[in-house]
């Protein structure tokens, strides 16, 4: 079993830093694209930034110019760079990580992280 374990969470002021990162324990299968999804309480979780193994990425509009999501396909790991962090960042962020080809079933094969919580607070 594929595991994800997430790391770089934390407490920050407004306007900090923090890099997170994503190492998948093994590779079982060829990933795709790999993503950060976050959850504040009380709402629903959403896509933050997502990147495909061909160089395409994809932000979401309230993080973009601050928030950098790259790659190191070598050792199936995913970074989420935040910069100039704001108290709405606060959210558990977990890590996505979904396979090129699908499995018997026709489904894409799709692992999560634990999540990792960032507090952008004063």
């Known amino acids: 079993q594929v595991q994800l374990v997430e790391s770089g969470g934390g407490l920050v002021q407004p306007g900090g830093s923090l890099r997170l990162s994503c190492a998948a324990s093994r590779s079982i299968f060829s990933i795709n694209r790999m993503g950060w999804y976050r959850q504040a309480p009380g709402k629903e979780r959403e896509l933050v930034a997502a990147?495909?193994?061909?160089?395409?990425?994809n932000l979401a509009d309230s993080v973009k110019g601050r928030f950098t999501i790259s790659r190191d396909n070598a050792k199936n790991t995913v970074y989420l760079q935040m910069n100039s962090l704001k108290p709405e960042d606060t959210a558990v962020y977990y890590c996505n990580m979904r396979s090129t080809v699908v499995d018997y079933t026709g489904r894409y094969l799709e692992v999560w992280g634990q999540g990792t919580l960032v507090t952008a607070s004063s």
């Open positions: 990147t495909t193994s061909g160089g395409s990425t």
